[in-house]
């Protein structure tokens, strides 16, 4: 059995992590940390948990090396780039949910996340978890950098464009909409119920540090190039769930059928990723409400000639794809399981 250990197992995301961990059969949770719950048990925490794991939160700054395997850091950035050190040396593989070292770029890490500071040759050695996209790197890789939600759909809805197509994207526009999940628990006056529900709410108009990940990933990926990607980020009265819709203009020659036909020779192989027409169904897709409660992430590509456009539309769970299920999916691929073992539940519809 491998041995876990969640930092950060009061928010969402660690919640969704000990559910996911718990049930999963090659690994056993061994330590659940944080700060503001030293003492308290999980189902304290949260409601859906009631089974007894014989645990309870910890301090963070606890040594692990006995203790596990991996852990996973669901914490805030700021405490994710103090703690990694110390756990890297601690345990064969950290994996990591904030936005700590998900940009390589130092510049456009000090852009996007100021207060963040972290060692610089640490952010070196953190591979970038996409497990569609760069795999084989995360086989036995001691350090994990997950993407975050918008950006996993994002870069999920570009990279056959840009990887397979080697396409040349002279302009990215996003569109991201996104439940009130993806603000955590901290209490804010924009999340509380009377103003949030039904709301549809313009948090990130001119810009959001996810596009500048997508950005950073994409530039040192090649072949494909991005001359400029930019993004306007909403809040709407989902829980959880989001839809980026991506709009890319290029002076290339773009043909309808075969857009679709490379989509889906990219992810023949990966089951997460489910390449839809949008008319499929009864409900249009993708949609959020499709993939709730899954590790799915689904893509439409389209050629609008009119408008001289590529539309892409991606959706997903931020609370699985978005981070947990795509972390469990990450160690799966770390310690060389089925990338699919305790992750094969299907979306739950209607949610």
């Keep these: 059995m491998i041995r876990v250990g969640i930092v950060g197992a009061s928010g969402f995301a660690g919640g969704e992590l000990i559910r ?21 048990r999980p189902a304290e ?3 859906a948990l009631r089974q007894d794991l014989g645990l309870t939160i910890e301090a963070a700054t606890t040594d692990l ?15 994710a780039a103090e703690l990694a050190p110390a756990l890297a040396a ?9 936005g700590a070292f998900r940009i390589r770029t130092p510049e456009l890490h000090e ?11 640490l952010a070196e050695r953190f591979v970038y978890g996409a497990p569609e996209l760069v795999g084989d790197q995360m086989v036995g890789a001691p350090l994990i950098s997950l993407p975050g939600c918008y950006a996993t759909a994002i870069t999920l809805g570009l990279a ?37 529900n039904g709301a549809i709410t313009p948090y990130a108009p001119v810009g959001h540090r996810h596009a500048a990940e997508v950005s950073d990933f994409l530039e040192r990926s090649k ?25 890319v203009l290029t002076d290339d020659e773009v043909d309808g059928r075969e857009l679709q036909r490379a989509y889906l020779r990219f992810y023949k192989q990966h089951r997460f990723v489910r390449v839809r027409r949008h008319n499929e169904t009864m409900i249009p897709v993708p949609d959020p409400q499709a993939v709730l409660g899954s590790n799915y992430c689904d893509v439409t590509v389209m ?22 299920g795509q972390a469990v999916q990450a160690l799966n691929k770390r310690f060389s399981l089925p990338e699919e073992m305790g992750l094969t539940m299907q979306p739950l519809v209607p949610a």
């Excluded at 601690?90 to 904030?98: E, G, P």
């Excluded at 852009?111 to 610089?120: D, E, F, I, L, S």
């Excluded at 464009?161 to 924009?190: F, N």
Aim: proline letters at 6%.
């Design 111 to 121: 852009r996007w996340y100021p207060k963040v500071a972290r060692q610089a040759e």
């Design 160 to 196: 056959p464009l840009t990887l397979a197509l080697g396409l040349d994207l002279k302009t990215v526009l996003v569109d991201g909409k996104s439940g009130s999940s993806g603000s955590g628990q901290a209490l804010r006056t924009p999340g509380l119920h009377p103003y949030r």
């Design 90 to 98: 601690q345990v064969a593989c950290v994996i990591d949910l904030s």
């Design 65 to 79: 090396s006995d203790r596990c395997d991996v852990v996973f850091l669901a914490t805030p950035a700021e405490v």
């Design 20 to 40: 996911l961990v718990s049930q999963h059969p090659e690994l056993e949770l061994t330590f659940l940390g944080g700060s503001s719950n030293i003492g308290r």
């Design 303 to 324: 050629h609008d000639p009119e408008g001289g456009r590529i539309v892409v539309l991606s959706a997903l769970d931020n609370l699985l794809k978005g981070a947990a």
């Design 45 to 47: 925490l949260h409601p």
């Design 223 to 247: 072949p494909g190039h991005i001359g400029s990607l930019t993004m306007s980020a909403y809040g709407v009265s989902h829980v959880r769930g989001l839809l980026a819709s991506t709009y």
